[in-house]
């Protein structure tokens, strides 16, 4: 998901406590399907219905069955009732407190048999007035009153009774929404039937056979336009259905069918690089929700802001709207649906790995350029933000905001996964890692650490350190670069601190490009220790050298520093230096004059003046040249000396 809701202080001191509190008896029971049937209004948050829950025994017996629903978060306002439940189609007696059902089984059910419970009940499912996205949300835009749902990580329960555990997702999910006849519908999975009943009402049935965890099962109701198209698959062959719901009347329309039209392109870029669209038997789609911005990757149907659809608004000066939700959200249909963390501590794995797409995205269908410019913008903002994990430890993960961290998890995860593709330096081999891990743990859960193995066997390469201060550490590290080069060698001295006392050093390659008078070239280098001293063959007179110069690194303020004339060059003097007029060139004594020749270039590199020096002192007059920096090599035998002056 990404959202940019302002939440107040009173609703984070509501929630705080009692996010996640899953309950140990739901440990001994495995969901096979969820079959919702509910009344829902578009102009109201309150529903009614049934939800069936078929499940398998997995612990020796279950003689009490428990769920997850609410009874109340806010007096009055949110709330849900539970009016009756029947097991195997039998009434039973249950009790309804602290957020959870507790149903007792007339007669416990042994292992490995399966059960369906029934829970009807009813309530006002919006978890708070004041918040956007938490349980059911009604809007009004364009004059078309609809509601939507918005359950991740665990508010779910407070609009459908589910066993809000991450690692059980349900191998199917059923979804009869009955509404007025005026109104569509949008869900999960292929919308089996549409059936119109008495009273100007009409029952939607949605169905998906894909495994789904429990926040990703959504509905989106009101009077909405439905417009079908098709994304292509690579191969030629197959495609996906797109199928959406719009706001023709909006003038935000023509740019969310544009918006439609690039998914189908990053929908064949992401099926190339990571594997194919892993609902393709099922659909892809949007509904589009009165909310400004924000979206979630609901499984098969991504809910998402008017505004985050638009592909003309800019962000950061060159990346649209569309980039930034677009491709973050179908990219979380392999990162997040496809692929689920297994614990919300792992968030990296759904919110940097969706937020690493936007970059690829950018890449691949726009520029390089625009690409550089998102990543270096990921980096301005982490550097703020000297400390924290990505990893989300157990002392923080009760709150959601410390799970849905902006600068952790949307911008320094998909930094440093960043990083991994430059530590693997060879970009097939990087996408095989994440094609991997996609097909290792199709249609399931995985951890960190799950992502690490695969990484490791797939490109042979250790991580241990990459995860231990990229992933579990804390910060980045400073570089402070220095050089000098004597003839043919140069000296490069990298002295790396960090912005936390957390974690000390990172070791990391890092690229050094080098400019020299007649051309630049990229070197590798290694950061094993703090303090590090390298001495390189460079015959090539070095004029100046860049840091990272494509932005792989996450990094702050790393300086390069060359030392200059007096400390290298021996065989000759430059001044005055800065020079007004007429610079004069003073040979050291035993150079021999024959075959002597001094030539001036400017900081580009372009050859401006050659002449050869036959005396010990020779001026050079320099009024022709602009005011600036400029480079003077010095040709003696088998000798090249280089340095710089200054015209002003
Ligand atoms: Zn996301």
């Given amino acids: 998901m990404k959202k940019l809701v302002i939440l107040t202080v009173s609703f984070l001191i509501l929630f705080a406590q009692f996010v996640f509190s899953q309950n140990i008896l739901e440990n001994k029971y495995d969901v096979k399907q969820y079959i919702l049937d509910l009344q829902i209004s578009n102009s109201s948050t309150v529903i009614s219905g049934n939800v069936i829950i078929n499940a398998n025994v997995t612990s020796t017996s279950l003689d009490t069955f428990v769920v997850?629903?609410?009874?109340?978060?806010?007096?009055?306002?949110?709330?849900?009732?539970?009016?009756?439940?029947?097991?195997?189609?039998?009434?039973?007696?249950?009790?309804?407190?602290?957020?959870?059902?507790?149903?007792?089984m007339a007669t416990a059910i042994p292992q490995n048999q399966t059960f369906s419970a029934q829970i009807y009940y009813h309530g006002n499912g919006t978890a708070n007035s004041q918040t956007n996205y938490n349980g059911i949300s009604k809007y009004n835009y364009t004059g078309k009153i609809h509601t939507f749902t918005f359950s991740e990580p665990t508010w779910s329960k407070v609009w459908w009774p589910c066993k809000q555990d991450l690692k059980d997702k349900a191998d199917s999910v059923t979804f009869y929404i009955t509404t007025n006849a005026t109104n569509k519908s949008g869900s999960n999975g292929i919308l089996k039937s549409t059936e119109s009943l008495p009273g100007g009402k009409v029952k939607y049935k949605w169905v998906s056979k894909y495994p789904t965890d429990f926040y990703l099962i959504s509905f989106t109701v009101g009077p909405l336009t439905e417009y079908i198209t098709y994304a292509p698959l690579p191969g030629g062959t197959d495609s996906v259905l797109l199928q959406n719901l719009l706001f023709p009347s909006s003038s935000y329309y023509q740019t969310h069918l544009k918006a439609i039209n690039k998914t189908k392109q990053l929908l064949y870029l992401f099926s190339e690089l990571i594997g194919t669209y892993p609902f393709k038997d099922e659909k892809y789609g949007y509904c589009v929700v009165g909310s400004q911005l924000g979206a979630m990757e609901h499984q098969t149907m991504c809910t998402i802001g008017y505004q985050a659809m638009d592909t003309t608004s800019t962000m950061y000066g060159v990346n649209t709207y569309y980039v930034w939700y677009v491709a973050h959200e179908l990219g979380h249909q392999w990162f997040g649906n496809y692929v689920t963390c297994s614990k919300w501590n792992y968030i990296w794995l759904s919110e940097g790995f969706a937020s690493y797409m936007e970059y690829v995205a950018l890449q691949n269908l726009e520029s390089q350029t625009k690409a550089d410019y998102w990543i270096q913008e990921a980096h301005n903002e982490i550097i703020l933000v000297p400390g924290g994990s990505v990893y989300v430890p157990d002392s923080l993960v009760a709150d959601e905001n410390n799970v849905f961290d902006y600068i952790l998890e949307y911008k320094k995860g998909p930094s440093i996964l960043h990083i991994m593709r430059y530590e693997i330096n060879n970009d097939s081999l990087f996408f095989a890692v994440l094609k991997n891990y996609l097909s290792t743990y199709a249609y399931s859960v995985a951890s960190a650490d799950d992502f690490k193995q695969i990484a490791e066997s797939t490109t042979g390469i250790n991580f241990s350190d990459y995860f231990n201060q990229w992933y579990y550490g804390e910060g980045y590290p400073i570089f402070n670069v220095n050089w000098n080069q004597n003839n043919d060698t140069l000296t490069i001295t990298s002295n790396q601190t960090t912005s936390t006392a957390i974690t000390t050093l990172f070791k990391t390659h890092f690229d050094l490009k080098i400019n020299y008078v007649t051309g630049d070239t990229i070197i590798r280098l290694f950061q094993g220790s703090n303090n590090e001293t390298y001495k390189i063959y460079f015959p090539e007179p070095v004029t100046s050298i860049e840091f990272d110069p494509h932005f792989w690194l996450l990094q702050s303020n790393s300086i390069t520093t060359g030392i200059e004339k007096n400390n290298i060059f021996s065989s000759f003097e430059v001044f005055p230096n800065p020079a007004k007029d007429k610079i004069t060139i003073k040979l050291k004594q035993g150079i021999k004059l024959n075959n002597t020749i001094i030539s001036i270039f400017d900081i580009q590199g372009q050859l401006l003046l050659q002449q050869a020096i036959k005396l010990e002192k020779t001026e050079i007059n320099i009024n022709g040249l602009t005011n600036g920096v400029y480079i003077l090599k010095l040709n003696s035998n088998d000798k090249t000396e280089v340095t710089k002056f200054v015209k002003e």
């Fill in 68 to 104: 997850d629903l609410i009874d109340t978060i806010v007096v009055g306002q949110t709330y849900m009732v539970v009016d009756s439940v029947f097991i195997n189609g039998v009434s039973n007696t249950f009790q309804h407190h602290n957020d959870l059902i507790f149903i007792p």
